[in-house]
């Protein structure tokens, strides 16, 4: 089973290519149409290739979809852990992990979707489901940061940075349906965080 | 411009029955088939009235699944205040509260989604806003009850609220997306979010 560069690794370099080729052009579609847009025939339409060439690289529309989230997981993790190498430390340094997913959903929120969301997550597969736990760790490693310097609660760190992103998540969604900002007087997702991570952290120093 | 029963106060005893009817197999529609199932041709096969007789009572598809919208919002609100009236307290009552929208996600998901989430809300619409403004207090009210025991830290209530609401749409997605159990050991949402008022709580007794 082919499912595109990251995990074929003995195919040639013109195969892997074209393989590349196809998913930056799917994403391009979601980002342009949602996942309405993604066709094998628009993406092979797309890259200038016959309509029957995606199959040559994936094994249908799902596939190359879990590719296109699979990649975008890698390239969380891959911000995350600049975040981490960054000299932030403590609470900014989980904000800034926090901005990393806000402009992810914000500029690319039928990828946002298909990463995170029901009822359009791209459909389970082994490289992605690795891809979603890499990035969940990397996430969870700036959660065990801040644990580290009293910033928050020393709780176990896997439910801490999960319940930290499902709130993440949860407001992203708030602020998208147009019903965050008015009633909290948050200007953005980051400011709702900052006020969460504080009173976890009046806890943390109890 | 008639939205349905609920803002059509002077429509006659037979006018408001039909609409009933239309919204009624237009949530059914959405039960069973998702958003893309709901057609005004569908909804009126389903209620076996003409095709135009929609027309009649709503302005358009969008108006119908604003009206389902704000009807599930009104029922979320009444069930809130019913939890606030049963002889459960503090932490207790908030999960409780919590169980009545994990109940409406996992009952009616296309529903649940054209209620909180983005791609696929409602569109916006004054009694729909007010219906959202409604349960959102009726949310708040309980937050307010468990910051009153001192369950919850005395913050201001409408930021907590917004918050807790917040982490409860994110665990729901995320356990929607078979993420949740596995790495959090939490058998369901209720578990992460009386995770996340132990923390609050910590907090607030400090």
């Keep these: 089973m082919s499912t595109g560069a990251v995990s074929a690794g003995a195919m040639s370099t013109a195969a892997v290519s074209t393989a590349d080729r196809l998913v930056e052009a799917a994403a391009r579609l979601l980002d342009d149409g949602g996942q309405a847009a993604v066709t094998l025939r628009a993406v092979a339409t797309a890259t200038d290739l016959s309509h029957?060439?995606?199959?040559?690289?994936?094994?249908?529309?799902?596939?190359?979809l879990a590719?296109?989230?699979?990649?975008?997981?890698?390239?969380?993790?891959?911000?995350?852990?600049?975040?981490?190498?960054?000299p932030v430390a403590g609470r900014a340094r989980l904000l800034d992990a926090v901005d990393?997913?806000?402009?992810?959903?914000?500029?690319?929120p039928a990828r946002y979707r298909l990463v995170f969301d029901s009822p359009d997550p791209a459909p389970r597969h082994d490289d992605l489901d690795a891809a979603?736990?890499?990035?969940?760790?990397?996430?969870?490693?700036?959660?065990?940061?801040c644990q580290g310097d009293g910033s928050l609660p020393a709780s176990p760190s896997d439910n801490l940075g999960i319940t930290l992103f499902a709130t993440v998540h949860g407001l992203i969604s708030a602020d998208a349906s147009g019903r965050l900002r008015a009633r909290s007087g948050w200007g953005d997702v980051r400011a709702g965080m900052e006020f969460l991570l504080g009173l976890l952290g009046d806890g943390a120093r109890s």
């Design 132 to 145: 979603a736990e890499t990035a969940l760790q990397a996430f969870i490693d700036i959660v065990v940061d």
């Design 100 to 108: 990393v997913i806000v402009a992810f959903a914000r500029d690319h």
């Design 67 to 86: 590719e296109v989230a699979t990649r975008d997981l890698i390239h969380l993790a891959e911000q995350w852990r600049g975040v981490r190498a960054a």
């Design 52 to 64: 029957n060439a995606p199959y040559k690289h994936f094994d249908g529309r799902d596939a190359l």
